[in-house]
């Protein structure tokens, strides 16, 4: 059974315009698309904070590592 949602008179205003826009049949349907948005931004902010992370965790391997190959580099000795 559903969850009963209480809309404010000026949301609802919303939901129908987008719904017209949208071209779905129900309110629900709208709702459903702004929540696999959101989700979708959530996710992609999780990755993100992941992606950083390993970058962090990286950072000093890689300056040294890059460091070291500079050393033997044919472009410095020119």
Known sequence: MGKPLMIQEHD??????LK???GVGTKVD????????????ADRQARVARWR????????????????FRR???LARS
């Open 72 to 74: 033997y580099s044919r």
């Open 30 to 41: 709208v709702v459903r698309a702004g929540l696999e948005l959101l989700e979708g931004e």
């Open 20 to 22: 017209r826009r949208l």
């Open 53 to 68: 992370r390993a970058v962090r965790l990286a950072q000093a391997t890689s300056r040294s590592v890059n460091a070291e």
């Open 12 to 17: 609802d205003r919303r939901i129908e315009a």
